[in-house]
């Protein structure tokens, strides 16, 4: 016997009690939510293994722990005054926790809970012709379901370069580099584009020009003796004149 079945040895406990548990329990006793849980586990168990030996993914333990949180929920939203017996409120909250955790766990793309439970008629009804009552609804049914498509699917057919869509996923764009040029070379160019002296070191610190690292606002402007905002300014104004240069705008797209 599994040991989650020796929780049908609680013994139940009359209307009237579990009543003032529940009340107990909304006001957040956790003694008394201890006690109407464990006095309606066996309310769970026969929902836990019917869907266990129908899902694959879940096994009967995980399917009882959702089955649980549907319990705490009747507890926390069950009127005792509305004149009906708890265990009529508890089941299709148990029922509802268990069978949403199977919907979200069987497909590789998860649906709705009313899709899913479309889908599930859908099958039933396919293997039951005299459940076929409609033909063209449950071809409807079908449409809107959606496909999983492999991830080696092509979404370019060019025999040279085939790309699939796990390609455009994973293969970023290139990005566009900057002409291979001298310290002297830059140097010349910027002078070109109209850049003050000021100007031309701190690009040539922000880009790495000088020694292979790009330099922070904070570092060029400790170098400089500038506050971290005015190298900022400086280094818009310089990208400015860059963007209105005929070499650059040949070579290289400038960041805004």
Not at 103 to 117: F, K
Not at 230 to 251: D, G, S
Request: charged share 25%; glycine share 6%.
């Amino acid at each position: 016997m599994n040991p989650l079945d020796a929780l049908y040895c609680h013994p139940l406990l009359p209307q009237t009690t579990v009543n003032q548990l529940v009340r107990r329990a909304q006001a957040g006793d956790a003694t008394a939510m201890h006690a109407v849980m464990e006095a309606n586990f066996r309310l769970i168990i026969p929902h836990a293994r019917y869907y266990a030996v129908r899902c694959q993914h879940l096994e009967y333990d995980d399917l009882f722990n959702e089955g649980v949180f549907g319990l705490r929920e009747a507890i926390l939203g069950f009127d005792p005054d509305a004149g009906y017996a708890f265990s009529t409120y508890a089941v299709p909250w148990i029922r509802q926790k268990i069978t949403r955790a199977i919907a979200n766990q069987e497909l590789a793309i998860r649906l709705p809970v009313h899709a899913g439970r479309d889908l599930r008629a859908a099958r039933r009804a396919m293997g039951d012709p005299d459940q076929a009552r409609d033909g063209a609804a449950l071809a409807a049914c079908f449409q809107t379901m959606p496909t999983a498509v492999s991830m080696e699917q092509l979404v370019d057919a060019d025999p040279d370069s085939p790309r699939t869509i796990l390609d455009t996923l994973v293969t970023p764009a290139p990005a566009p580099t900057a002409p291979e040029h001298s310290l002297s070379e830059w140097k010349r160019l910027f002078g070109q584009a109209g850049l003050t002296s000021r100007e031309q070191v701190i690009l040539l610190r922000r880009f790495g020009f000088v020694d292979g690292i790009d330099q922070s606002l904070e570092t060029i402007g400790t170098a400089l003796h500038l506050s971290r905002e005015r190298v900022r300014q400086i280094e818009k104004v310089a990208m400015r004149k860059l963007r209105q240069c005929a070499p650059f705008r040949q070579h290289f797209e400038v960041a805004a």
